[in-house]
């Protein structure tokens, strides 16, 4: 679930800038509820941050809560990659097996 987000430079709740869009409305942050498939799964997420266009609605999301969203919902999140497992009879440097 890879999206390119797009938010102003200053990205302050307060800030505002004008729509992409439709050249005429002002793009606002608000909270919304972010919608995504993960696999066959319908992911929802409310209260999400988005600046919304005044005129026409046009939503972007804010570039750090994907990027939060995009690490929570990744299977690798978590796991290290160079982790060695040890096998039942394995015993590491300095165990001795009980007996």
């Not at 679930?1 to 800038?17: I, L, V």
């Not at 993960?38 to 809560?65: H, I, K, Q, Y």
């Not at 995009?70 to 001795?96: F, H, I, M, V, Y």
């Amino acid at each position: 679930m890879k999206m390119k987000p797009r938010s102003p430079d200053n990205n302050n709740a307060g800030s505002t800038y004008h729509c992409p869009e439709c050249l005429a409305g002002v793009m606002r942050m608000e909270a919304v509820t972010y919608f995504t498939w993960l696999d066959e799964e319908l992911v929802t997420v409310p209260n999400f941050p988005a600046w919304v266009c005044d005129m026409c609605g046009r939503r972007e999301f804010d570039s750090r809560a994907i990027t939060w969203l995009n690490t929570l919902l990744d299977p690798a999140t978590g796991r290290n990659a160079n982790r060695k497992t040890r096998s039942a009879g394995q015993t590491s440097t300095g165990e001795q097996p009980q007996t």
